[in-house]
C-alpha cells in the first residue's frame, strides 16, 4: 500500500502518475492565465500603450508561467538534469516577482488604476502580499526539493497563490460585485483542494505540504481582509500617494465600477 514517505524515485512506482497529475495542474493553471488575459485584451481593457512598466511586469510574470509549465514538464518526463539547475533560476525569478509586483502596485495605486472591487488599501496590500506568499512557498518548494511528495506541492501552492489576477479578470465581477475577493480566494484555494481530495482517495491521507499551502494562502487571504481595511493600510496609501493622482481616492472608499449599476 502506497504511503506518504519521502522514499527515492525508484521506491515508488507511483511517483509517474504523480507527475503527470502535476503536469496536468500546470497546464490548467496557465491556460487559465493566458485565457483571462487574452479574454481582456480581446475585450479591449487591456493595451499594448499601457505604460512600460505593466509590459515589463505582463513579461516577467507570464515567463513565469513558462517556467512553471516547464519545470513540471521536465518532471514528468523525467528529465531531472534540466529540471534541477532550472529551480535555482526559478527562486530568482520569484525574488525578482516580488520586487516587480510590488512596485507595479505602487505604481497603478498612484495612477488610480485599482479594480473597483477593492479598496486601494486592500489593493495595495494585497498584490505585495500574494507575492510575498508566492515567493515564501516557493523557496519552502526549492529547500524541499529532494523530498519528491513535499516540492510539487508546495511548488503548486506557491503558483495558487498568484492566480488572482487571473480570476479577478474571468470571474462576473457584475455577479459578486463586492465579494469578488472572496470569491478569487475560493477559486485559488480550489487548486491545492483538489490536490489534497486526490491525496485522500488515492493514498488515503492528505500529505501536510497541501495543509500548510493553505493555511499560508488563508492567512494571505486573512491579511486582505483584515491588514488592508486598517487606519495602517489608509496611511500607507496615503504616504505612497501623495502628489500622484492616486492621492484623490479615498484609501477605504470602493472606486466606481465601470458597468451602470442599479440603485
Known amino acids: 500500500m502506497a504511503t506518504l514517505s519521502s522514499d527515492p524515485v525508484h521506491r515508488r512506482p507511483a511517483w509517474a502518475t504523480d507527475t503527470s497529475f502535476f503536469l496536468g495542474m500546470a497546464i490548467a493553471m496557465a491556460a487559465i492565465n493566458v485565457t483571462a488575459f487574452s479574454f481582456f485584451a480581446a475585450m479591449g481593457m487591456s493595451s499594448f500603450r499601457a505604460p512600460l512598466y505593466i509590459h515589463a511586469h ?152 497541501w495543509l500548510v499551502g493553505l493555511v499560508a494562502l488563508m492567512l494571505m487571504q486573512l491579511g486582505v481582509v483584515t491588514i488592508g481595511r486598517s487606519a495602517w493600510a489608509a496611511g500607507l496609501h496615503a504616504q505612497v500617494t501623495a502628489g500622484t493622482p492616486g492621492a484623490a481616492m479615498a484609501a477605504d472608499d470602493y472606486p466606481p465600477p465601470p458597468f451602470p449599476v442599479a440603485p
Request: hydrophobic residues 60%; contains cysteine.
Open 58 to 209: 505582463a513579461v516577467l510574470f507570464m515567463g513565469w508561467v513558462v517556467l512553471f509549465v516547464t519545470q513540471a514538464w521536465l518532471a514528468a518526463s523525467g528529465r531531472v538534469t534540466l529540471h534541477r539547475p532550472l529551480g535555482w533560476l526559478a527562486v530568482g525569478w520569484a525574488l525578482v516577482m516580488v520586487v516587480v509586483g510590488t512596485t507595479t502596485t505602487i505604481f497603478s495605486v498612484q495612477r488610480g488604476f485599482v479594480p473597483f472591487f477593492f479598496t486601494p488599501a486592500q489593493f495595495l496590500v494585497l498584490n505585495p502580499l500574494s507575492v510575498l506568499v508566492f515567493a515564501g512557498l516557493l523557496i519552502a518548494g526549492f529547500v524541499r526539493r529532494r523530498d519528491r511528495l513535499w516540492h510539487p506541492r508546495l511548488i503548486l501552492c506557491a503558483m495558487a497563490a498568484i492566480m488572482g489576477p487571473a480570476f479577478g479578470r474571468l470571474l462576473p465581477a457584475p455577479l459578486f460585485m463586492y465579494s469578488m475577493v472572496w470569491a478569487i480566494f475560493v477559486a485559488m484555494i480550489a487548486f491545492p483542494l483538489i490536490g489534497a481530495a486526490r491525496d485522500r482517495i488515492r493514498r488515503g491521507r492528505v500529505h501536510p505540504a
